[in-house]
């Protein structure tokens, strides 16, 4: 199965501007992410009904999240045309989030040079049904990955079938994600994690366990349920290809994606969920170019871009029940429920099939 296109005349369809991008205007976006985090605090400190606390603490993890989009942009080159103001801005966005950015970054690479892979995908890797293990059931199925999966990444459980916490951490120098041309940038990465981690701890050890829980802790988790929720929404549903090593390439890959729709959260965490297509596909877009860009291919496209405009929980229930894992289809892997009642919900025809047969 080819595509009719190739990844030299989507560029071609896109306007120059859209490649450059303007680090006055990126640094606009981190601020204003900061200034909404801390009018959030200084709200939160102010009150002690929980019908308050409760939405200012998601405004908090979720602005974290949309902080941490920031950082992510930066690790591609898309925040600014100098890679030192690259990696600072990648420090400074992901450690406050407890994420160290080099070793992130080279497993983020490594999900972008693989997506949509049966064997190499770096996130949220198909497997086969005799691959379906135990472990793997009660993290996917009940959907507690939600909870405990982005701590459970970044310590070295990077995948379900290759679990190594040494080899795999994101922290360690001995983890493959380790690169001796970024030595002193993985090290700050690591240093920054670890000193902001122990201004969490003093926090909770001065101020009281309730406190660091409210203040620190319950935004943490709000900011790792939404990158990790929204990762998987992005890259597994009924209608997204996964290709064997014979059929996959990297513009299929990057075309093994979804652009949802989370409403007023499109512009707040700068459009990593309704414009993930194009970012796969060229990733040194900056995020305020993405719909321009993506206007510009969309004709070329066609039915090849996958989009849903449906209400996000409900299809994160689809794909919990229909998508546990996949069969040989004609040229493509085909998503398939376990359930007996659903046997043929997760074994749709993928658009991006459809269109190129």
Request: net charge neutral; proline share 6%; hydrophobic share 45%.
């Amino acid at each position: 199965m080819d595509l009719p296109f190739d990844q030299a005349a989507l560029k071609r369809a896109i306007p120059e501007r859209c490649f450059e991008p303007s680090t006055l205007r990126s640094l606009l976006y981190p601020v204003f992410d900061v200034t909404v985090i801390a009018l959030c605090y200084l709200a939160l400190s102010r009150t002690n009904q929980w019908y308050f606390e409760v939405p200012l603490i998601f405004l908090i993890g979720t602005m974290c999240w949309s902080l941490f989009v920031i950082g992510h942009e930066a690790g591609h080159g898309a925040f600014s045309k100098s890679r030192t103001v690259n990696t600072i801005v990648g420090i400074l966005t992901h450690a406050p989030l407890l994420v160290p950015y080099r070793g992130w970054q080279r497993s983020h690479a490594t999900h972008h040079m693989k997506t949509g892979h049966l064997q190499e995908e770096e996130v949220f890797r198909a497997c086969r049904a005799e691959q379906d293990w135990l472990t793997r059931k009660m993290l996917f199925r009940s959907g507690i990955f939600l909870v405990i999966g982005w701590p459970m990444y970044l310590l070295g459980f990077r995948n379900i079938t290759t679990y190594d916490p040494v080899h795999g951490s994101h922290f360690l120098p001995v983890s493959d994600l380790y690169s001796k041309h970024v030595h002193v940038s993985w090290i700050l990465s690591v240093v920054a994690v670890i000193g902001f981690l122990a201004v969490y701890v003093a926090l909770g050890v001065t101020f009281g366990w309730t406190f660091a829980l409210k203040y620190v802790i319950a935004p943490y988790f709000i900011f790792a349920m939404w990158l990790t929720f929204v990762t998987y929404m992005q890259h597994v549903a009924p209608e997204v290809p996964v290709y064997d090593t014979e059929d996959w390439s990297y513009l299929k890959g990057a075309l093994a994606t979804v652009d949802r729709n989370y409403g007023p959260f499109n512009w707040l965490t700068h459009h990593i969920g309704n414009q993930h297509v194009i970012h796969h596909i060229f990733p040194t877009i900056p995020h305020y170019r993405a719909e321009e860009a993506m206007a510009a291919i969309e004709p070329i496209l066609g039915p090849l871009r996958i989009k849903s405009d449906r209400f996000v929980l409900a299809d994160f229930v689809r794909t919990l029940i229909g998508c546990h894992y996949v069969v040989r289809g004609e040229g493509r892997e085909i998503w398939k429920s376990a359930y007996p009642f659903a046997r043929n919900y997760g074994g749709r025809q993928p658009v991006a099939s459809q269109a190129a047969e």
